[in-house]
């Protein structure tokens, strides 16, 4: 019943950067933590940041200083700005609860690092 809505993904060179956008309802984003996610094919779906209710953020050491998760509680907006883009960060990113997945998920955007 709950809806997940990503946005902002697309094709880009290496070293270039995408702004996502996750839309989700109340009911979800008001909980303790949020994530974004992402699939590439032939890999696990791994957690590349958390962004607790209090503000504090991680980031796995894979995008550690290039990531950054933010969050506008006023439109129940989630964001991910991505920079210095690898051909590696090519995936399908999701927004989602953390850390347990609300056993739901979003359609995801696509993010493509290639030249």
């Known amino acids: 019943q709950v809806q997940l809505v990503e946005s902002g993904g697309g094709l880009v060179q290496p070293g270039g950067s995408l702004r996502l956008s996750c839309a989700a309802p109340e009911s979800i984003f008001g909980t303790n933590a949020m994530a974004w996610y992402r699939q590439a094919p032939g890999k696990q779906r791994e957690v590349v940041a958390v962004r607790f209710r209090s503000g504090t953020t991680n980031y796995p050491d894979s995008v550690k200083g290039r990531f950054t998760i933010s969050r506008n509680n006023a439109k129940n907006t989630m964001f991910l700005q991505m920079n210095s883009l690898k051909p590696e960060d090519t995936a399908v990113y999701y927004c989602?609860?953390?850390?347990?997945?609300?056993?739901?998920w979003g359609q995801g955007t696509q993010v493509t690092v290639s030249s």
């Open positions: 989602n609860r953390y850390p347990t997945p609300g056993g739901y």
